[in-house]
């Protein structure tokens, strides 16, 4: 059975970071892995992802320059650092995991696997 648990949000303030972590158990994932995000409202949206070797990265025109995603496959996590947040990205976190793909990708359907989700609120 493969889980992926997400930690590492909360309330913070506009201006803030927060880093959040997402742990896989069940398989090592030989793939690559990615973040997304859904706000009250609104539909899940693709935030960043990357590749096995973490050599390759993908982010959303909206995180870009403030998120970095990194991953450490010794420990089979995934990892989010978000800097300089906004209200705007107030959302619950999900990591994700697809099961054939190599290179980071922004299209939800290649994901099988999917956490719960860590709630980050950005507010004054």
């Known amino acids: 059975q493969v889980q992926l648990v997400e930690s590492g949000g909360g309330l913070v303030q506009p201006g803030d970071s927060l880093r959040l972590s997402c742990a896989a158990s069940?398989?090592?994932?030989?793939?690559?892995m990615g973040w997304f995000r859904q706000a009250p409202g609104k539909e899940r949206e693709f935030v960043a992802a990357?590749?096995?070797?973490?050599?390759?990265?993908y982010y959303a025109d909206a995180v870009k320059g403030r998120f970095t995603i990194s991953r450490d496959n010794t420990k089979n996590t995934l990892y989010l650092q978000m800097n300089s947040l906004t209200p705007e990205d107030t959302a619950v976190y999900f990591c994700?995991?697809?099961?054939?793909?190599?290179?980071?990708?922004?299209?939800?359907?290649?994901?099988?696997?999917w956490g719960q989700g860590t709630k980050v609120t950005v507010s004054a």
């Open positions: 069940g398989r090592r994932f030989a793939k690559a």
């Open positions: 990357i590749s096995w070797i973490a050599g390759s990265t």
């Open positions: 994700a995991a697809p099961s054939g793909v190599l290179a980071p990708t922004p299209n939800s359907a290649v994901y099988d696997y």
